[in-house]
């Protein structure tokens, strides 16, 4: 009974069409999602237990942008199945990695670029404006990802302001952007960056901060407003 509630709470995944097959898009929770391609599993920031994934694959792949515990879970790594998994991290959450899961680990930072189950991985930085110190995400701590499946670019925006790498992304087909305060940017910063890119495919996502959700519907309106072309998609990331 637990499981069949879990799996009806989850938004129905998308399908998008690549040069090299379908790719399914099942938004989870907050920053965690998961990508199938050609029968590979890739998961986004897992967080949230095995209970998270019940129904879903192991993945084959995982990919983590930031070393905050929304991002970096250890104890949901330990949870789930990774005997067949490369994770895919920035240095500062390699540095934290036990040295099992460090031998699982490739190290990407910003600016740098691989390729893993034919699936492309650039490091976009993520940081928060004015830059500081002791700001909550510094510039090259954690990554953003654009991922290419075939003919198709996956923008992750991890935790981030509307940042100039941000705004200066070509191509986009689907973009992954957050808006939660006092972490991230607000939904006026975020659509300020959304304009500027023109993705062609929206999702709001890691939109929980201290006040509560951030205003999606607003978002897509002021989105929308200024470029009805962008399709911006409104999922429930915090039914689970």
Not at 129 to 149: I, W
Request: proline letters at 5%; charged letters at 20%.
């Amino acid at each position: 009974m637990v499981v069949g509630f879990v799996l009806a709470q989850r938004p129905t995944p998308d399908v998008i069409e690549t040069s090299k097959g379908n790719l399914t898009i099942q938004p989870l929770n907050h920053a965690t999602l998961v990508f199938t391609f050609n029968g590979k599993t890739i998961y986004n920031d897992p967080q949230g237990g095995a209970k998270m994934f019940e129904g879903i694959a192991s993945p084959d792949l995982v990919l983590i942008t930031d070393t905050h515990g929304d991002h970096f879970n250890l104890e949901t790594l330990k949870a789930i199945d990774l005997s067949h998994a490369k994770l895919v991290v920035p240095q500062a959450v390699a540095d934290k990695l036990s040295e099992d899961l460090k031998a699982k680990a490739v190290v990407v930072n910003n600016g740098q670029s691989i390729t893993q189950l034919d699936i492309g991985i650039l490091g976009i930085p993520m940081y928060n404006l004015p830059e500081s110190a002791d700001a909550k995400h510094t510039k090259g701590r954690g990554n953003g990802y654009v991922l290419t499946f075939g003919n198709k670019k996956i923008y992750i925006s991890g935790d981030t302001a509307g940042v100039p790498e941000m705004k200066s992304l070509k191509d986009i087909d689907v973009a992954f952007v957050c808006m939660n305060l006092p972490y991230t940017m607000d939904i006026n910063e975020a659509s300020e960056a959304v304009l500027a890119f023109q993705p062609k495919i929206v999702y709001p996502y890691h939109y929980r901060g201290q006040g509560g959700l951030a205003d999606t519907e607003a978002f897509k309106k002021l989105v929308n407003t200024k470029n009805p072309k962008i399709d911006v998609r409104l999922r429930n990331w915090y039914a689970q």
